[in-house]
């Protein structure tokens, strides 16, 4: 959003300008959702993936992320692919229990924690998962 006198971005529901103070324009109401006519002639909702913008651009998938590249990612760095997700706390939390794993279990936990960071990071990306 920006100001209307003196073109500083501001961010979204700011009441009043961060560099010159003027008053921001309220923010326009969002339009009502699409229907979409069933066979029996009632309506419901259409459904709106909404991207990590927040506009209602369709997406593939509902975190707008590629699973295959999250399982990619920690395929090769354990967590790397949560980083990807932007789920920065499981990825770290995942990355210092394989470093832990290696020393306290010779390797067994990092192994586990190793398929868990691939599996998790696809169904995060693919919106089957909450992020943390």
Known sequence: MFCSQCGAENP???RFCGKC???MAAAAPAPA???VDTMRGGAVPAPVVVNNSGSGVHNATPTGKTPWVAA???FIIIGLG???NGDFKKGAAMFVGAVLGVWLTGGLA?????IWSMID???VA???MKPW
Do not use: E, M, N
């Open 12 to 14: 979204d529901g700011a």
């Open 21 to 23: 103070g003027a008053p």
């Open 33 to 35: 959702p699409a229907t």
């Open 72 to 74: 990619l990612l920690s």
């Open 82 to 84: 949560q980083v990807y």
């Open 110 to 114: 990092t192994f586990g924690i190793w």
């Open 121 to 123: 990071g696809w169904q």
């Open 126 to 128: 693919a919106g089957k």
